[in-house]
């Protein structure tokens, strides 16, 4: 009798404890560096996310942004999601483009030329390919976009509004083939430096200038050490949200379509923040004592220079000319030949 009770007591007890244990509490709360500070784009994709996956997960979740590149350098953080000692980090797509080639055609100057380019690439077919390849490429997945607008050269030496007149500037580009070579095509060869230095770079003038959207320049305080900017628009700054591969497959199910519904919900956020606050952040940048100029011809010059010098060149490692061509066609461009 006294063995039955017992017997009986402790099977229900490890009942209990299998129970506890098939499905236990697993509340997480993910760590996400973030390249940028306060105030820019990238954080607004953050708290996007963040309240997202709070509400999506009844609170079982949050996560906590560390921004300013307090977790390392945007290409470091690659490395450290990939090996699975960081959870996520929101960082430029030119910094993802050396430990996956093909989301290159992201940075190709001149191709993207709208908002709107960026998201039909982006949330269509073609961004589901690169999340695939970065996934196979590097060991992470994207999971959100933020669309953070045109890259805007700035300096601190003296006005430009053609090529002839970066002659003699140091500037500052991401460790990317892709922005060195369209420098080169315009003439000067550009110093390679990680986002994490550039601040001090400029400050401490190793370098005269770099380029970045308007909501970066002015979440970054570029116009403390900057004066000028030429809006050379080469690039549209698109700035995914990554988390570990090797996180997100020990997720449950219902965990990873709730993390990747945040994230759905954190691009749309970030389209509506660029549409909203861009334009107010150019006057903030002007109130500043920036000065912001178009270059002479509508860019033309830049543009004929770095498409003739560096969409042939990069052709294979976005995955050959026909893949340029299927990402042309997307944004209905027409299709280039050899
Ligand atoms: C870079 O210039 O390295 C990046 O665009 C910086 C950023 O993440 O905003």
């Known amino acids: 009798m006294t063995f039955v009770k017992t017997f009986t007591t402790f099977a229900a007890a490890a009942s209990v404890a299998a129970l506890t244990f098939a499905a236990p509490a697993f509340a997480k709360n993910f760590k996400i560096a973030v390249g940028d500070s306060g105030g820019s784009s990238q954080e607004a994709t953050g708290l996007a996310f963040v309240s997202a996956l709070e509400e ?16 390392g350098s945007e290409q470091d953080t690659v490395n450290d999601a990939a090996i699975g ?13 050396p430990f996956s080639p093909s989301v290159g055609v992201f940075t190709l100057p001149y191709v993207i030329l709208s908002l709107e380019d960026a998201e039909t690439l982006t949330q269509g077919e073609i961004g589901a390919e690169l999340t695939e390849n970065t996934i196979n490429d590097a060991g992470v997945r994207i999971i959100a976009w933020t669309y953070t607008g045109f890259r805007r050269l700035t300096n601190s030496k003296k006005p430009v509004t053609s090529v ?11 460790k990317n083939e892709i922005m060195i070579d369209t420098y080169k095509s315009w003439g000067i060869s550009p110093t390679p430096m990680a986002w994490s230095e550039t601040f001090a770079g400029l400050q401490t003038k190793v370098v005269d200038g770099q380029d970045n959207p308007y909501t970066t320049i002015n979440a ?13 628009r080469y690039i549209f700054s698109i700035e995914p949200l990554i988390i570990s591969e090797q996180l997100f497959q020990e997720l449950s199910e219902e965990d990873q379509n709730i993390v990747l519904e945040a994230g759905k919900q ?5 389209a509506q923040f660029l549409r909203d606050k861009e334009a107010e952040i150019k006057q903030i940048l002007l109130d500043k004592g920036m000065e912001i100029m178009d270059p002479e011809n509508n860019e033309q ?4 220079l770095a498409t003739a010098a560096v ?12 893949k340029m061509n299927e990402v042309l066609a997307a944004i209905g461009r027409d299709p280039v030949s050899e």
């Open 56 to 71: 999506l997960s009844g609170g079982k979740h949050t996560a906590t942004l560390f921004l300013n590149g307090q977790l």
């Open 85 to 97: 000692t960081l959870d996520m980090s929101l960082l430029a797509v030119n910094n993802i483009t």
């Open 164 to 174: 002839a007149d970066l002659e003699g500037l140091v500037i500052r580009v991401p």
């Open 220 to 232: 970054m305080k570029f116009y403390e050490v900057q004066k000028y900017v030429t809006n050379i």
């Open 266 to 270: 954190a691009t749309a956020a970030s």
């Open 301 to 304: 010059e830049f543009i004929d």
């Open 311 to 322: 969409w042939p060149k990069f052709y294979d490692s976005i995955g050959g000319i026909e």
